[in-house]
């Protein structure tokens, strides 16, 4: 009881917090259900059957711990913990859950007890779906800081296969969460027709009206939502008198029903009023008055005495005004759940009263909730954090930096260092990396090209190498400085765009033939520095680019002159089998080789014909006369 006690002592503290019947029990990827034992190292099963998964999912950076007294924590995930401090982890850490898009049922529980010896609790945000949900600032009140404190919260995922719930660092505090626990619930639930897709309800307050702390997993009562429902006695006014009341063993019908599964111990038990029939029943909850709020009140007639409407009738007022009357026999008859349901809109004070005053008989309430309803925040568009987490691959960007959760959002938080958003209609957007000497060593991706609204690039003072992508010339970039790098290969001819006004690249290893375009920024009034890369050339203040040959093979012209030699020798070898083999005449030489002349015997016999003839002809030279006449046997 103490511990869900503390949830709302925090909560008013802080400002702003936001096959089984328990869909944790598997705690198993397969349903998308997760409990995590942040810090711890080994799976287990607890007493009441629930499975804890050792501690996975978390962003680089951050280091298990263990509170300082665990004997005074009954359950085993409550004990250890994990905390990101920003030197190693950056302002933003996050867990990210395998989450297929749908509305999910999320509790952290959050606690200190000097586990770092400090004696100084920290100040941290959280945020579920990009928005903010809960802050805790320091000092915690004392309950909390050394028992800890639930808080859960109703939230859409993404789309993409992926959920982060981030924790932000304020100053120098290190964000720390001992145990996550989320599971789907039913798309429909809380007003799911309205608020499923754009809002999240964040639990300022869950209570149960004459039972003590029940719920999966602090007790063995069952809630198909997971919930836990809390006692009452510490929201009471106290300066009112309470009686309570139980169905004394009868069924109560109309519990545990789709999409919000109320269990059915919870209209099992109500508190009246005592003394005078005219008294009042008053909860005080605690409230932020930036925010709107969602209450839902649940009832039974579960006196056997009240048979028929009009027996009890109560007002309900909520934060000083009269929202409805009810009498429940009337809505749904005896020993048979009712809910009811109301926004609360421009709050003016930190808490805000539930009333119910008695017309007839006296007024009975079963159960009490309070969600705050956050809006969801504007995120960074889909492609752009595709763009920006294969950046961080690439790149190979430090823990430290905080490279987490959604690049913009929440915007307040500012939480990848170098980064700046702004938005636009279609959502955040990225418009400026400030990267420099941070000691990067990786390449630039060519997916750099999606960050369409990007204009300025400062890389420079690194270790990055590679060539330099096509991506670089999105035509909204302003300035770009890639300095004193180990960048290779050429200039890409993208880059140079009518907005370019600075081009920073010297001191790289590039090569080849500078692009007109960008050289031009420099003519037109720009800055532009080429300077410390020995193998560029082809503009005034670099030496000329070699006719046919750079650095590396062939420039742009060799390419060229080597295309059109092959051309025409091609051209050449076509009109010579063109002479050879079509035009050749009746009487033209058949240069075939025949067959027989393949082989070695094929061309013996040849030699020895051409021999042959040889003899024959000197025989007839033998016979002419001194004078060179040929004779004919005959004498002069």
């Known amino acids: 009881m103490r511990l869900l006690r503390l949830l709302l002592l925090l909560v008013a503290a802080v400002g702003l917090a936001c096959g089984t019947d328990d ?27 629930r499975r804890w998964l050792a501690d996975q999912f978390f962003s680089a950076g951050g280091a298990a711990g263990m509170v300082a007294e ?4 009954p359950q085993p995930q409550e004990r250890t913990l994990r905390f990101f401090p920003p030197s190693s982890a950056g302002k933003s850490s996050c867990y990210t859950l395998p989450l297929p898009p749908g509305r999910y049922y999320l509790r952290l529980f959050s606690v200190y007890d000097n586990y770092d010896s400090k004696l100084r609790t920290p100040s941290f945000d959280v945020s579920a779906a990009a928005t903010l949900v809960l ?4 000092p915690w009140p004392e309950p909390a800081s050394r028992y800890g404190a639930y808080s859960d919260l109703i939230f859409p995922s993404a789309t993409s296969p992926t959920s982060d719930i981030c924790f932000y660092s304020l100053s120098t505090d290190a964000p720390v969460v001992a145990s996550i626990e989320v599971a789907p619930v039913h798309p429909l639930a809380y007003d799911g027709a309205t608020t499923g897709a754009d809002l999240i309800l964040v639990n300022y307050g869950r209570l149960t009206c004459g039972n003590n702390l029940f719920g999966p997993g602090f007790t063995n009562d069952s809630d198909a939502f997971s919930r836990v429902w809390q006692s009452d006695v510490d929201f009471r006014n106290n300066d009112l008198s309470y009686d309570a009341i139980t169905a004394g063993g009868r069924k109560v019908f109309g519990s545990n029903q789709p999409p919000n599964y109320f269990p059915t111990k919870l209209y099992r038990s109500a508190v009246t009023t005592g003394g005078d029939a005219s008294n009042e029943i008053e909860y005080i909850m605690p409230v932020d008055t930036r925010m709107s709020y969602m209450v839902w009140l649940h009832f039974a007639e579960i006196d056997a005495g009240i048979g028929a409407p009009g027996q009890r009738v109560f007002d309900v007022m909520l934060a000083g005004k009269n929202v409805t009357r009810i009498d429940i026999f009337k809505q749904v008859g005896g020993f048979t759940a009712f809910k009811w349901t109301y926004i609360v809109e421009n ?10 005053v008695p017309v007839v008989g006296r007024p009975i309430l079963c159960g009490l909730e309070n ?7 504007m995120r960074t568009i889909p492609n752009q954090v595709a763009a920006m987490k294969a950046l961080k691959d690439s790149l190979k960007i430090p823990a430290r930096m905080g490279w987490n959760g959604d690049p913009c959002a929440p915007r307040t938080w500012d939480a990848w260092e170098g980064v700046t958003c702004h938005r636009k209609d279609k959502g955040l957007v990225i418009t400026q990396l400030d ?10 991706t060519d997916e750099i090209s999606h960050l369409t609204d990007l204009v300025s690039l400062n890389l420079s003072y690194n270790s990055l190498t590679g060539s330099l992508p096509q991506g670089l010339g999105q035509p909204s970039i302003v300035t770009l400085d890639l300095s004193s790098n180990q960048f290779t290969g050429s200039i890409p001819g993208t880059i140079g765009s009518s907005k370019l006004q600075t081009a920073l690249l010297n001191s790289n290893q590039l090569d080849g033939q500078v692009p007109e375009r960008l050289y031009s920024i420099g003519v037109h009034g720009g800055v532009i520095d080429l300077s410390g890369n020995k193998g560029l050339c082809g503009v005034p203040t670099l030496p000329a680019c070699a006719l046919f040959w750079e650095k590396g093979g062939l420039n742009k012209t060799g390419k060229i002159a080597l295309g059109a030699s092959l051309g025409f020798l091609l ?3 076509l009109i010579v089998v063109y002479i050879l083999c079509i035009r050749r005449g009746p009487y033209d030489y058949d240069f075939e080789f025949p067959q027989d002349l393949t082989s070695i015997s094929a061309m013996s016999a040849k030699r020895n014909r051409y021999q042959r003839a040889k003899s024959v002809m000197l025989a007839e030279m033998e016979a002419h006369n001194p004078d060179g006449y040929y004779t004919n046997g005959g004498t002069h």
Do not use: W
């Not at 705690?27 to 998308?32: K, L, Q, R, V």
């Open 135 to 138: 802050s805790f600032r320091s």
């Open 571 to 573: 051209i050449v070898v």
């Open 347 to 356: 709050l003016t004070s930190s808490t805000m009263s539930v009333k119910l």
């Open 70 to 73: 665990p004997h005074r924590f």
């Open 23 to 49: 869909p944790f029990l598997s705690g198993a990827p397969a349903n998308h259900s997760y409990n995590i034992d942040c810090g711890g190292a080994t799976d287990f099963t607890s007493s009441f059957g």
């Open 435 to 444: 990267l420099g000497s941070q000691g990067l060593k990786g390449y630039i």
């Open 371 to 377: 969600y705050a309803i956050v809006p969801l925040e």
